[in-house]
């Protein structure tokens, strides 16, 4: 054992059986995996904007420039910065210059209510006036564009340390004495305290009772400029990237599939198990992340309990939570896909323990594999490096023991001739700590899954997709458990 190897590039499928290991290659050459299939696919895409008259002019003014060729300037980058064949080209799929809806923000009332002191009032009164507006588009829309100018963004994230403006901040003991004392306190909400600080988390889970998923983008983004420059302190990537980038998740959420996974095993799924604190001391969220061999996500919110362990960032459900948690998530999958599951894999950063295990056995169906690994960002530990100045290679494995590894999914990008990240690359841990697998096989499934970020158009991720979400879909779940609606598809989480 302790062996060194560096696992080939995952191969992606595309139209008409097409196979490249580089997205933007794919949908050049082939389009995208679900053209020529008998999939109902987006062949016109309807879709919604609403921002500030001048986000609206910007995004518009943006999708004229995705509806055409752009080339990147350098032709030196062009392997780093793919150019952009434009929209149709790419995914056989029209995306209007016109939106079927708009909707413009009075920028002053936008610019008031995001400079409330009160940090709750501020991002909730944010959120409100944009999804107000869009409770009045009366046509059905694939999606809804929800642009941001870049103070919303400064200002409503729950990381905002926010000083100047109007109004003034309510402490703890001041919500809890208003929701003793409503009679009081004409003015006050009670449910602004019960949502997330953060304006996209607070937007995405508001926003699923809409039956549409929302693409929320800045402003700034926007700015048709073919080179990197800096933008209100942004560095930007080129126009073609940002065209990738965009096109590619619109074109998701319109219900597309832009890629799956050659040589997906039928019949395996990856199960992500994700957790989020609370606000309340001592408990967390859980939710589960399911990504089938057709790469498409279901998202199921867990159980909230006292799942944190006296180790920070670790946690651990009881049985019967473990064992609900998992029979909703397949019986969510049979719902949308129908087919029975051969093999399930549990990818959680926290180590699974024997109780949690023996629930989720108990939510397996007779004859189904089963496997829980610990899949978790080795940040302070191992590093490894090669002769020369170039970093280790994406896709190196180290594997120490039959049940336990070292792979890279960050790393030195031979497709690209560079390492795309500013720090050492850092591996994933990977212990296979309940079931029977191979630990070689696991890591190239785990690698593999690096390839699934539909919400952009990279060679690949640093993580799997099961873990590179966890953090996004549980603090959707957990920062706004009064929503009245939770979607299990994944769109509407990204």
Same mark, same amino acid.
């Given at each position: 054992?302790? $062996?060194?190897?560096?696992?080939?590039?995952?191969?992606?499928?595309?139209?008409?059986?097409?196979?490249?290991?580089?997205?933007?290659?794919?949908?050049?050459?082939?389009? %995208?995996?679900?053209?020529?299939?008998?999939?109902?696919? %987006?062949?016109?895409?309807?879709?919604?904007?609403?921002?500030?008259?001048?986000?609206?002019?910007?995004?518009?003014?943006?999708?004229?420039?995705?509806?055409? %060729?752009?080339?990147?300037?350098?032709?030196?980058?062009?392997?780093?910065?793919?150019?952009?064949?434009?929209?149709?080209?790419?995914?056989?799929?029209?995306?209007?210059?016109?939106? =079927?809806?708009?909707?413009?923000?009075?920028?002053? /009332?936008?610019?008031?209510?995001?400079?409330?002191?009160?940090?709750?009032? +501020?991002?909730?009164?944010?959120?409100?006036?944009?999804?107000?507006?869009?409770?009045?588009?009366?046509?059905?829309?694939?999606?809804?564009?929800?642009?941001?100018?870049?103070?919303?963004?400064?200002?409503?994230?729950?990381?905002?340390?926010?000083?100047?403006?109007?109004?003034?901040?309510?402490?703890?003991? /001041?919500?809890?004495?208003?929701?003793?004392?409503?009679?009081?306190?004409?003015?006050?909400?009670?449910?602004?305290?019960?949502?997330?600080?953060?304006?996209?988390?607070?937007?995405?889970?508001?926003?699923?009772?809409?039956?549409?998923?929302?693409?929320?983008? !800045?402003?700034?983004?926007?700015?048709?400029?073919?080179?990197? +420059?800096?933008?209100?302190?942004?560095?930007?990537?080129?126009?073609?990237?940002?065209?990738?980038?965009?096109?590619?998740?619109?074109?998701? *959420?319109?219900?597309?599939?832009?890629?799956?996974?050659?040589? =997906?095993?039928?019949?395996?799924?990856?199960?992500?198990?994700?957790?989020?604190?609370?606000?309340?001391?001592?408990?967390?969220?859980?939710? =589960?992340?399911?990504?089938?061999?057709?790469?498409?996500?279901?998202?199921?919110?867990?159980?909230?309990?006292?799942?944190?362990?006296?180790?920070?960032?670790?946690?651990?459900?009881?049985?019967? $939570?473990?064992? +609900?948690?998992?029979?909703?998530?397949?019986?969510?999958?049979?719902?949308?896909?129908?087919?029975?599951?051969?093999?399930?894999?549990?990818?959680?950063?926290?180590?699974?323990?024997?109780?949690?295990?023996?629930?989720?056995?108990?939510?397996?169906?007779?004859?189904? &594999?089963?496997?829980?690994?610990?899949?978790?960002?080795? !940040?302070?530990?191992? !590093?490894?490096?090669?002769?020369?100045?170039?970093?280790?290679?994406?896709?190196?494995?180290? /594997?120490?023991?039959? &049940?336990?590894?070292?792979?890279?999914?960050?790393?030195?990008?031979?497709?690209?001739?560079?390492?795309?990240?500013?720090?050492?690359?850092?591996?994933?841990?990977?212990?296979?700590?309940?079931?029977?697998?191979?630990?070689?096989?696991?890591?190239?499934?785990?690698?593999?899954?690096?390839?699934?970020?539909?919400?952009?158009?990279?060679?690949?991720?640093?993580? %799997?997709?099961?873990?590179?979400?966890?953090?996004?879909?549980?603090?959707?779940?957990?920062?706004? +458990?009064?929503?009245?609606?939770?979607?299990?598809?994944? *769109?509407?989480?990204?």
């Amino acid at each position: 054992m302790n $062996s060194v190897t560096v696992f080939s590039e995952p191969q992606l499928e595309f139209a008409s059986g097409g196979v490249l290991e580089h997205p933007c290659d794919g949908l050049t050459l082939f389009g %995208p995996a679900d053209n020529n299939t008998n999939l109902e696919i %987006p062949r016109k895409i309807s879709y919604g904007v609403i921002g500030t008259q001048n986000g609206v002019t910007s995004f518009c003014e943006f999708v004229k420039a995705l509806n055409h %060729p752009i080339l990147t300037d350098n032709y030196l980058k062009d392997v780093f910065w793919p150019h952009y064949p434009g929209f149709e080209e790419a995914f056989h799929s029209k995306l209007s210059d016109e939106p =079927a809806w708009t909707s413009e923000l009075d920028t002053l /009332e936008l610019k008031r209510l995001a400079t409330d002191r009160d940090d709750h009032k +501020r991002v909730f009164g944010v959120t409100s006036l944009f999804l107000n507006r869009m409770r009045g588009a009366k046509k059905p829309l694939d999606f809804f564009v929800v642009v941001v100018p870049d103070f919303v963004f400064t200002n409503c994230r729950a990381i905002s340390r926010f000083q100047v403006g109007h109004g003034h901040r309510i402490s703890k003991r /001041e919500q809890r004495l208003r929701a003793q004392m409503l009679d009081f306190f004409e003015s006050y909400e009670p449910e602004q305290y019960s949502w997330s600080l953060d304006f996209r988390f607070q937007m995405k889970a508001r926003a699923m009772e809409l039956n549409a998923p929302i693409q929320i983008i !800045r402003e700034s983004t926007l700015r048709l400029a073919k080179a990197e +420059r800096r933008v209100g302190g942004r560095q930007l990537t080129p126009l073609s990237d940002r065209a990738w980038n965009l096109s590619t998740s619109l074109y998701y *959420k319109a219900g597309g599939k832009p890629w799956r996974l050659n040589g =997906a095993r039928e019949g395996v799924c990856h199960v992500g198990i994700s957790f989020m604190d609370t606000e309340t001391s001592n408990t967390a969220t859980s939710a =589960a992340q399911m990504f089938g061999n057709d790469g498409d996500g279901i998202v199921v919110p867990g159980d909230e309990g006292p799942w944190a362990s006296e180790r920070k960032g670790r946690y651990h459900l009881n049985k019967e $939570s473990a064992r +609900r948690l998992l029979s909703n998530a397949l019986a969510a999958h049979h719902s949308l896909h129908g087919k029975k599951l051969k093999e399930i894999f549990l990818h959680s950063r926290s180590a699974i323990n024997e109780e949690e295990f023996e629930g989720y056995q108990e939510a397996c169906p007779e004859g189904t &594999k089963l496997v829980a690994v610990r899949v978790a960002p080795e !940040r302070m530990g191992l !590093r490894l490096f090669r002769a020369g100045t170039q970093p280790v290679l994406r896709g190196t494995f180290w /594997e120490v023991s039959p &049940k336990r590894g070292f792979l890279w999914g960050a790393g030195f990008k031979p497709r690209l001739r560079a390492y795309d990240g500013e720090e050492v690359p850092q591996p994933l841990c990977i212990d296979i700590q309940h079931g029977d697998a191979d630990v070689m096989e696991v890591a190239k499934d785990i690698f593999a899954l690096t390839k699934l970020n539909y919400n952009s158009c990279r060679l690949g991720e640093s993580q %799997p997709a099961t873990i590179h979400f966890s953090r996004t879909v549980g603090e959707i779940l957990a920062s706004n +458990r009064t929503a009245k609606s939770h979607k299990p598809h994944f *769109k509407y989480y990204i």
